[in-house]
């Protein structure tokens, strides 16, 4: 028989860990190991002390000048007027000394999230659905869903390319400096795009009338992934923003041909062509491998996104 485990030995409960003034002090310089900053930003969340010596540490920084500015300068962008220059706040650290309220982490995803969700991409999305449903209901194009499904998997890449980069964060300089920042905020904003695109792109094409021969309404989602996770990649080296034009201008480039011919059958706007790129074990196969080549890319391109991009 197993001999019983001895008990353990109680004791007081180990003191709470807090952010010293050497951590606060190499954080504010950006010296901080990563996995120490992440510790400290999840505790400064709760913890108002901690986060009024991490603050007072950015502010006395080479940083706090610069900072002071940029949010000065944002705060006007936004219409505040202030009667004199505020206070430089650390990005992280500030955020917890405010009331934490369904409002305020509402507002903190709504950041996160938000360059995915709030600009006139989403816009775009929802009229090339409406487009398709009004081409089926309104004109009697017989290939409807044929023309949504072919140009689906490029739609996933407008949402990246509006997501992440300069051009999308006002304090782009500031994030992509954090452990927040990097490839970790691509991804949420990524998986925001994605959430937007599977469930109306998905659901429209299975509501159009069906194409006689063509894949299902889900034959776009491993193309589209391979796509989107080939811009991250590529992404890496060249920024979001061009990495996903050049991709899909050269989707759309590949199946405009397709979508501007016509089906054996007549009527059907190049649903026989198209076939080739989604039907089958072969197609489908070949974009699941694309997608794992493209995910073992990016995570070997992981810390490129450390980096500022160039202007």
């Not at 509402?106 to 929802?126: F, H, I, K, M």
């Amino acid at each position: 028989m197993t001999a019983p485990r001895p008990p353990r030995p109680s004791g007081p409960p180990r003191p709470p860990w807090h952010v010293g003034d050497a951590l606060a002090l190499r954080y504010a310089q950006g010296a901080a190991p990563e996995t120490d900053a992440w510790s400290l930003e999840k505790h400064v969340e709760s913890c108002a002390p901690c986060a009024t010596r991490v603050s007072a540490a950015v502010r006395a920084g080479a940083a706090g000048p610069a900072l002071a500015e940029v949010r000065s300068a944002l705060l006007t962008s936004l219409g505040h007027r202030t009667a004199s220059a505020p206070a430089a706040p650390a990005a992280p650290a500030d955020r917890a000394t405010a009331p934490r309220s369904p409002l305020g982490r509402g507002a903190r995803l709504w950041w996160t999230v938000g360059p995915a969700l709030r600009g006139s991409w989403v816009v775009a999305v929802l009229l090339v659905v409406g487009g398709a449903f009004g081409l089926a209901y309104g004109a009697g194009v017989q290939g409807a869903r044929s023309l949504l499904l072919a140009v689906s998997p490029a739609l996933p890449l407008a949402g990246v390319a509006v997501s992440y980069g300069r051009h999308a964060d006002p304090l782009y300089e500031i994030t992509a400096a954090t452990p927040s920042g990097g490839l970790r905020l691509l991804l949420t904003r990524t998986a925001a795009v994605l959430a937007v695109c599977v469930p109306l792109l998905t659901t429209g094409g299975a509501l159009l009338p069906p194409v006689a021969g063509f894949p299902g309404a889900a034959a776009w989602l491993l193309p589209g992934l391979a796509l989107t996770l080939a811009a991250l990649a590529l992404g890496s080296f060249v920024g979001c923003r061009p990495a996903a034009a050049t991709l899909g201008g050269g989707w759309l480039l590949a199946v405009t041909g397709p979508l501007l011919g016509r089906s054996e059958a007549g009527g059907s706007p190049g649903a026989a062509a198209l076939t080739a790129y989604f039907s089958g074990p072969a197609a489908q196969g070949g974009w699941a491998a694309a997608a794992l080549a493209c995910a073992a890319l990016l995570a070997l391109r992981r810390r490129s996104f450390d980096h500022l991009e160039p202007r």
